[in-house]
């Protein structure tokens, strides 16, 4: 079945450091695949979404490419900001009419100055 | 708007007991979800619903675990004979369809 595998749980940067977490797939189609982000005592909420066409999705300064070839959508930001501290989800989308998304495990990132 | 409504937003019940959760989705949202976070398993899909027929239900425990619909205003999940591993937060979400899904804050359910 379709899976999303995220490797690392826990995260600790210094601000100003660049972010990378790690997101690979497996799927039997070519699905979305999506970053979303809770912070503490929110609900999750959308951070970036693939496209179809290969550019790369970009939102408050986080970006994401996705490589069909090695199943990856890593998530990236040149700058880490205390404000980045949350939980951070990798999804991908079902095949066809169905919607559900399947979710990985989870990263948190915590940043420190 | 008010978003993705959850009640309660914590609930304790004894071992045995029967939970009821409940779901708002946004006006207009033909698609609603629900899905259990933990920290060790992240976030797991449970089911979800379209303009309120069952879709998939390939997420839920089958024998304690069911889910409604009735209305297009709110959704419930229903856990009978709780136990202690059904102890974690609750999401549900909903969506116009292959689009963002937008969470509420959950349903915090602590079994002792």
């Known amino acids: 079945g379709d899976s999303v595998t995220q490797t690392e749980g826990l995260v600790t940067l210094t601000e100003g450091l660049p972010v990378m977490l790690n997101c690979t797939y497996q799927s039997t189609y070519s699905p979305f695949l999506f970053w979303y982000v809770q912070h503490l005592n929110e609900a999750p909420k959308l951070l970036l979404k693939?496209?179809?066409?290969?550019k790369r999705p970009e939102h408050q300064g986080f970006h994401a490419t996705l490589h069909k070839s090695s199943s990856s959508f890593h998530l990236q930001k040149s700058s880490a900001q205390l404000s980045d501290s949350a939980l951070y989800y990798c999804a991908l989308s079902g095949e066809g009419s169905n919607a559900k998304l399947t979710f990985g495990k989870g990263t948190k990132l915590s940043v420190k100055s | 708007n008010a978003g993705v409504i959850q009640t309660p937003r914590h609930k304790v019940t004894g071992k045995g007991q029967e939970a009821t959760l409940w779901c708002e989705p946004i006006?207009?949202?033909?698609?609603v979800f629900w899905y259990r976070q933990t920290i060790v398993q992240g976030l797991e899909f449970l089911t979800y619903?379209?303009?309120?027929?069952?879709?998939?239900d390939s997420g839920m425990p089958k024998e304690r675990f069911s889910a409604q619909m009735p209305n297009q205003s709110h959704s419930t999940l229903k856990i009978q004979s709780t136990q202690p591993q059904d102890s974690a937060v609750y999401l549900c979400?909903?969506?116009?369809?292959?689009?963002?899904?937008?969470f509420g804050h959950g349903t915090k359910l602590s079994v002792l």
């Open positions: 693939s496209f179809t066409d290969n």
């Open positions: 006006s207009g949202h033909s698609a």
């Open positions: 619903f379209r303009n309120q027929a069952p879709i998939d």
């Open positions: 979400a909903s969506s116009r369809g292959h689009e963002r899904l937008f």
